[in-house]
């Protein structure tokens, strides 16, 4: 059987620069996708959840800033639970925040104080476990990252340590800033209950069952991309403009890599495929497909390229994403994956 081709094509956006209208966002850090198709998008500077229909047409909005039961302080990500609830991860208030699909607040379970990163990637496996991922700072490795298995009473069941990796930092008066294009640890839950995950400077990624044991790898052939000099300017810009917001001196921009690390992004689908982001040419992404046992399936090509930071997922024949406009101002965008002209099938 010959590998199938998919196009990856740009099919719904839901967001605008101006206004006061809830397609106005401030900061997205997580969606969500029902079996209806209606989006839910997490916009954590309003501290809500924002509900649109398949047509991008807004339907509802739940949660609101404060303490209280169904508010939210910092809310960073969310995923699907048992019974179609929704778990809000909100680390500031030190618990996850649960609503009916219909943004009825239910219950809260309260979590440990442990650090956070920029978003969340817990959530539920297909038996509805519950797994969340949990920062510690190991003297001499820097900062490792372990995803727990826990109740419902957020009692630890196991664990499994993500491999040490330190990532190419700025160090800033008032924290730190990663050196664009240098290479870092990504990793996704499976449903089935294993995680992928793997370092992005070379095409290996490694399937753990949380006992600890590598029970897969995958690998592919990847040319790296070069920087472009438009990239490399937007980044120098991006930094500047941190770097003076947190006080720091002038960075060393030496330290930014000619070249893109070979692989940006890992999911995987409502059908437990594995799917690899690749860099590709400006302004486009190219996607390797791969089946729960490592069998290569095939490969796409989106006319559109998702910010290196930001993740994507792919849901019943839909890739959805967050993308920034040229002012950085974020929107969610729908993809409709078909065969590509030409395609075996």
């Given amino acids: 059987m010959q590998d199938q081709r998919w196009s990856v094509a740009l099919d719904l956006r839901i967001g605008t620069r101006v206004g006061d209208d809830p397609e106005v966002f401030g900061d997205i850090r997580a969606v969500l996708v029902d079996d209806g ?19 991008g047409r807004h339907v509802r909005t739940f949660g609101r800033s404060g303490r209280g039961p169904g508010e939210l302080r910092h809310p960073i990500g969310m995923a699907w639970g048992p019974d179609s609830t929704i778990w809000v991860a909100d680390p500031i208030n030190l618990r996850y925040s649960v609503f009916d699909e219909n943004g009825v607040f239910i219950t809260s379970y309260r979590t440990e104080p442990t650090g956070y990163g920029y978003s969340w990637q817990g959530g539920f496996d297909l038996a509805g476990r519950f797994y969340e991922p949990v920062p510690v700072l190991a003297p001499g490795s820097g900062l490792l990252w372990y995803v727990r298995r826990v109740d419902l009473q957020l009692e630890n069941v196991d664990s499994v340590f993500l491999p040490p990796y ?45 006992q600890g044991d590598t029970v ?7 040319r790296p991309m070069r920087v472009t000099l438009a990239e490399r300017q937007e980044a120098i810009e991006r930094l500047n403009e941190f770097a003076r917001r947190a006080g720091g001196p002038e960075l060393d921009f030496s330290r930014i890599p000619g070249t893109k690390p070979v ?33 290569y399936l095939g490969s796409g090509r989106s006319d559109f390229d998702i910010p290196e930071h930001r993740r994507h997922q792919v849901q019943d024949g839909f890739l959805y994403a967050v993308l920034t406009d040229s002012m950085d101002v974020p929107y969610v965008i729908r993809a409709k994956i078909s065969p590509a002209p030409g395609a075996s099938r």
């Fill in 263 to 295: 692989i940006e992004d890992l999911s995987v689908d409502d059908q437990g495929r594995l799917w690899v982001r690749l860099p590709a040419e400006e302004s486009t992404d190219s996607y390797d497909v791969f089946s729960s046992d490592g069998r």
């Fill in 37 to 55: 198709g209606n989006i839910f998008v997490l916009d954590q500077l309003a501290r809500e959840v924002r509900v649109f229909d398949p047509s």
């Fill in 166 to 210: 330190q990532p190419l930092t700025f160090e800033l008066p008032r924290g730190s800033a990663r050196v664009p294009f240098a290479a870092r640890l990504v990793w996704v839950l499976d449903p089935a209950g294993h995680v992928w995950f793997a370092v992005t400077d070379e095409y290996r990624v490694f399937k753990q069952r949380m």
């Fill in 216 to 222: 897969l790898t995958v690998e592919g052939a990847a």
